[in-house]
């Protein structure tokens, strides 16, 4: 081989070991995206207020979108701190909220985490719908900024 064929080897062995570390990182941060929403729902379904307030930025809002009997859409906006009330009070049935083929996207210090979800009360299926959390990547690793959802009782996988 020519030293230039030798050169070129390295060039592209070089590329594919960046590569392969760059997708390993990016696989990495959208896991710990992802557990972050995860330890929200833990902490949904173990009412542990404490644990559901640590996901949140102090100024994450609220949002859901659902469709009354005349099909026209609805628009809720809760507050962090009710929601964090609400899970840590007691309540006689189990939150449990079941997320289902999770998508994340993450560019920098922002995350998208897509996740179809139902929604079971005291083990009874509930409702159903998608989530969409909005996540920031603070000095103490990644907080949910923003979540909206969409919420039917029909039309459930």
């Known amino acids: 081989m020519k030293p230039i064929s030798h050169f070129l080897t390295l060039v592209l062995f070089i590329t594919i070991l960046i590569s392969a570390a760059n997708h390993a990182h ?3 941060e959208a896991n710990t995206a992802r557990q972050v929403v995860d330890r929200l729902f833990d902490g949904m379904r173990n009412g542990d207020s404490t644990a559901v307030r640590s996901v949140f930025t102090k100024t994450a809002t609220l949002t859901s979108i659902s469709k009354n009997a005349a099909d026209s859409v609805i628009t809720h906006k809760g507050s962090v701190d009710g929601f ?5 009070s007691p309540h006689k049935d189990q939150w449990d909220e079941r997320i289902y083929d999770v998508k994340v996207s993450i560019d920098g210090p922002m995350a998208v985490v897509w ?23 603070t ?3 990644w907080k949910i900024n923003d979540i909206t959802d969409t919420r039917r009782k029909d039309f459930c996988p």
């Open 84 to 88: 964090v009330k609400a899970v840590g």
């Open 26 to 28: 990016a696989q990495a």
């Open 115 to 137: 996740a179809p979800y139902k929604f079971h009360l005291g083990g009874k299926f509930s409702h159903c719908g998608v989530n969409v959390f909005n996540l920031i990547k």
């Open 139 to 141: 000095s103490t690793g």
